[in-house]
């Protein structure tokens, strides 16, 4: 093993050692510590053991040498057609600048593609720059490579194929003439029961899931049903439920893990943003693990049992898709997306909607959600309102205190916010009221700045507003324990009608 540079060991000196060198040392002395309990044990002899090292390391560099061989063969690939174009500019046309450019790049020793690339931008920023002239080859290789790079380093975040729960075919739920209506917990408990003698690859498990089926009772008596190999309890340790989910489901079963409350996916935060999100993408669609995060959050009273971190999800999570459903229905149908696809999801079922009634479809194990894709809940004319979750539900009450007033609502239920509105739902909805209004139980800066960047920016928005757009947020702290608590630090009707009368106030 190379030694790295550094200060002297010894002496006054111990302490400047360097970062590389502590780490070198502490490896040295792992392996070191290591063949000498082989020996000791009898597994193999001194020499046995030096030898195998000295393998090892041949080994390792061969490995090296030819991975960086086929690299630097795929650079040239690009390396060259860059000398072709430089080679094909009038040296009369070359700025001090463009050889200087032309200096870096021919000579530069084991270039990589990125620096290829960079070169060629720079030198089509110096030909604009300098008469504004154009070179077909140099713009057909910038389109090239930048497609080369897309493919390299943008995809297989989702599958693709036709698995993909973007690709599931939509299914809607079918009513009977008379319905049963069922508390939101018993619907997911006629799920539940019904999924896993459907499907005996589905496991299902979480902090109190098994014995009591959950602490809202969505998995009541399915423990004893199933049994205990299906439907099981876990230690209070969310990083290592997100362990068996991730595991299970590369292994070929269908996980449906839970987290008891959405504040608690902190918990398990290192795991679900650097594996789970991630197993796709670093694989090159190699691995997958189709797990689901099954949560609940939202509004409720409680400072560790309320939060909707939906922001620390939205930026770490990339990867995972993000399920938001208002109801247990539509919670229903989520699950039958992702149980037919091979991506993974977050599911948040809503705190306080568990004892609400539902209509139970007739289809349960059939009918299908589509992700990214709003649901427009009111028409209106003058304001936009969109949200998500429980937050439904309030707006829809602030919505009541607005008859009266001659102001008419467009209520948007986003439904998922990865992905968030592919088929420009909202945008539409914008050009015709030219004002608008985010809302969710996140705090400021949270999931309304991501759904505002999301209409305004990247389905160009800004161009049809009149106002200014708003976000109605929970306050910038924990939720206080009690309902007073909750009521001054979330949104509520009270707040909608505010928010809508204000932005009305330019009309």
Known sequence: MTQPQGH????????????????????????????????????????????LRSKALEYT????????????????????????????????????????????????????????????????????????????DLENFLLETKMVADKRYHTELHSDNKYSALNIPVIKPKYGLNPETLSG?????????QILEE???????????????????????LQLKHGVERVF????????????????????????????????????????????????????????????????????????HAGSPMGMILTSMQGIYLCVPRNMVQAVGFYNTMLKSDDPAIIVECLNGYRLKEKLPDNLLDFTLPLGVPEVLQEGNDVTLVTYGSCVREAQKGLELLKGFNVSVEL???????????????????????????????????????????????????????????????????????SDGDYFSKPNPEDVFDAVMTIMKDV
């Open 8 to 51: 002297s060991t010894s002496g006054s000196h111990e302490r400047y050692k360097s970062p590389e060198r502590l780490k070198w040392e502490k490896e040295n002395d792992c392996i070191k510590r290591m063949a000498e309990w082989i020996v000791e044990n009898g597994i193999a002899t001194e020499d046995e053991v030096t030898e």
């Open 61 to 136: 560099k061969l490995a090296k040498d030819n991975a960086w061989k086929k690299y630097s063969e795929g650079v040239k690939v690009y390396s060259n057609p860059l000398k072709d174009i430089y080679n094909g500019i009038p040296e009369s046309s070359k700025t001090e600048a463009i050889k200087l450019l032309e200096k870096d790049f021919t000579s530069a020793i084991n270039i990589s593609f990125s620096e290829v690339v960079a070169n060629a931008r720079r030198l089509h920023i110096q030909l604009l720059r300098f008469g504004n002239v154009q070179n077909v």
């Open 185 to 193: 917990y018993q619907i997911l408990n006629h799920y539940f029961d």
């Open 199 to 221: 499907r005996p690859e589905i496991l299902a498990f979480g902090e109190d899931v098994g014995q009591i089926g959950d602490v809202n009772q969505g998995f009541s008596g």
């Open 233 to 304: 309890d876990t230690g209070i340790r969310e990083w290592t439920i997100m362990g068996q989910a991730l595991g299970g489901a590369m292994r070929g079963l269908r996980t449906i893990a839970e987290i008891q409350y959405l504040d608690y996916m902190a918990y398990a935060f290192s795991l679900l943003t650097d594996d789970l999100a991630t197993l796709r993408y670093r694989s090159n669609g190699i691995q997958r693990a189709p797990a689901i995060v099954r949560t609940r959050g939202h509004r409720l009273e409680g400072i560790w």
């Open 412 to 482: 948007i239920d986003v439904q998922t916010l990865m992905p968030f509105d592919l088929e420009g739902v909202i945008v539409n909805s914008l050009k015709k009221t030219n004002r608008i209004i985010f809302m969710d139980e996140d705090i400021p800066g949270g999931a309304t700045a991501y759904m505002m960047r999301e209409v305004l920016e990247k389905w160009n928005g800004y161009k049809y507003l009149d106002s200014k757009p708003v976000t109605l947020s929970a306050s910038a702290h924990r939720t206080p324990f009690g």
